[in-house]
């Protein structure tokens, strides 16, 4: 009777110690800024161009989908141990395709994996696997870590080729503003050993053979970007690690153009009517002819930097990456 009573208190105390000590360290949620949103760009722009509607998640009857897949779980993170998810458009018939991963914008401080769906269903069904991908935000963890997200994602993509159909030969990455710009990175840095990061699957390469970048800046130190008035609270401020003067080598680092060289691969853009998300464009695409490298440029002619994200320019959009990814996934 003492041994059962013993063994109830000391259990008693260990339910009680281990309560105290997570009450004392409970676990931190993930801050989340939710101010980039459909809706809310919708209102922006409609009253300028009133033809539009916000793109539909609706999965097309020749498209599987997987959502919220576990590409890679980061251990031991301020916030526990933090899973990062991705949602998967695959063409039903079976078989191997070229995939593109899509990296969605919000300044790197907000915005999600949502807003890239209805572009990715539509490329589905034109014959791409089409991964829509979440990354680290600003207030979680500043640059480089989304980097090191979305390569591991990428890698992850070629572990897992097989299952989704994925031909691991012919993988492309695009991205809508800040999503672009992070596009532009990840791609121009293939082989970049200093950008891999440790988010999983380190046997597989994160090479991509393409880059699709729509309105993402590709140098932060082009008088178009680096002439802009800034708050110490700017996005690309917080994202960065502070402001040029304070922190000029992040600023370089992520400025995608110092990354290209004669081995570098072709890239789309896909261009709104505002220069300044188009910093260091004309420079890198000089550097790109003279290496003989493919570039492309379609312009929507638009006052709307987030046109991916409506009807009719979604369409558009699409047409313009689909015949990009033909002509150089061949």
């Known amino acids: 009777m003492n041994i059962q009573l013993h063994k109830i208190s000391t259990l008693t105390f260990s339910t009680l110690l281990c309560f105290h000590l997570n009450s004392q360290n409970p676990k931190k949620e993930i801050p989340r800024d939710s101010s980039y949103n459909i809706m809310g760009q919708f209102k922006k722009y409609v009253k300028y161009y009133p033809e539009i509607t916000p793109g539909k998640d609706s999965v097309p009857e020749n498209v599987v989908a997987y959502r919220d897949v576990v590409y890679t779980m980061l251990k031991d993170t301020p916030y526990g141990d933090r899973d990062l998810h991705i949602d998967i458009f695959s063409p039903k018939k079976s078989g191997q395709y070229p995939a593109l991963i899509m990296v969605h914008g919000g300044a790197w401080l907000t915005g999600d994996k949502s807003m890239q769906v209805p572009m990715a269903q539509q490329l589905a069904t034109r014959g791409y696997v089409t991964i829509c991908v979440e990354y680290q935000l600003t207030l ?56 891999e ?127 990009f990814l033909k002509k150089v996934l061949k």
């Open 140 to 195: 979680e963890a500043k640059y480089p870590a989304a980097v090191y997200n979305i390569k591991s994602a990428i890698r992850w993509m070629r572990a897992n080729a097989q299952k989704y159909n994925i031909d691991p030969n012919k993988i492309a990455i695009s991205g809508s503003s800040a999503g672009g710009q992070l596009a532009m990175l990840v791609g121009l840095t293939n082989g970049v050993e200093n950008k």
């Open 197 to 323: 990061g440790n988010h999983g699957n380190p046997d597989f390469s994160s090479d991509v053979n393409a880059i699709i970048d729509l309105d993402g800046v590709i140098n932060f130190m082009a008088p178009k970007s680096l002439n802009l008035t800034r708050r110490p609270n700017s996005p690309d401020v917080k994202w960065l690690g502070g402001t040029f003067e304070e922190n000029p080598k992040n600023w370089k680092d992520a400025s995608s153009i110092y990354w290209a060289n004669e081995n570098s691969v072709p890239i789309l853009f896909i261009n709104s009517n505002y220069p300044r998300f188009h910093a260091g464009q004309d420079e890198l695409i000089a550097m790109m002819t003279d290496w003989g490298i493919y570039t492309e440029v379609k312009k929507m002619g638009l006052n709307a930097h987030s046109f991916w994200l409506f009807e009719p320019w979604i369409e558009t959009t699409v047409s313009y990456m689909d015949a």
